[in-house]
């Protein structure tokens, strides 16, 4: 990829995914994720992406008997995965406890892909 900044082809570096708004809506589970692709020597954002993913944990049985009780969700971990070359995309962990006590952490993925754009 050619940097702007270096102006020639440089190596891109992979930046760490951001995460951030992972929050529960009803049973669906939201994140806000931010994917970079940096400049191998001075560390630009030469391309990136953002998107938001979601899935509806309406269906996961060890989850029913909780849906009508106060539950909260929090980020576990967060890791880029395999990516052809103008895609990248991300798998999230996150971790949803509810307020009953009753119900030990479910930890759930979710999947984010988004194509990657040029960064002026
Ligand atoms: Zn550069
Ligand atoms: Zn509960």
Do not use: F, W
Not at 69 to 82: G, P, T
Not at 87 to 108: F, H, Q
């Amino acid at each position: 990829m050619l940097c702007p900044d270096c102006k020639k082809e440089v190596e891109l570096s992979k930046g760490d995914p951001q995460v951030s708004r992972v929050r529960l809506n009803g049973t669906v589970v939201h994140a806000t994720i931010e994917i970079g692709d940096l400049c191998g020597e001075c560390g630009r954002l030469v391309q990136g992406s953002k998107t938001d993913i979601e899935r509806d944990l309406k269906d996961v049985p060890s989850l029913k008997s909780h849906l009508q009780h106060k539950r909260k969700v929090e980020l576990l971990k967060a890791e880029r995965i395999y990516e052809p070359a103008e895609y990248a995309s991300v798998k999230i962990t996150y971790g949803l406890t509810c307020d009953c006590d009753r119900l030990p952490m479910y930890e759930g993925t979710l999947l984010g892909s988004a194509k990657m754009v040029v960064q002026p």
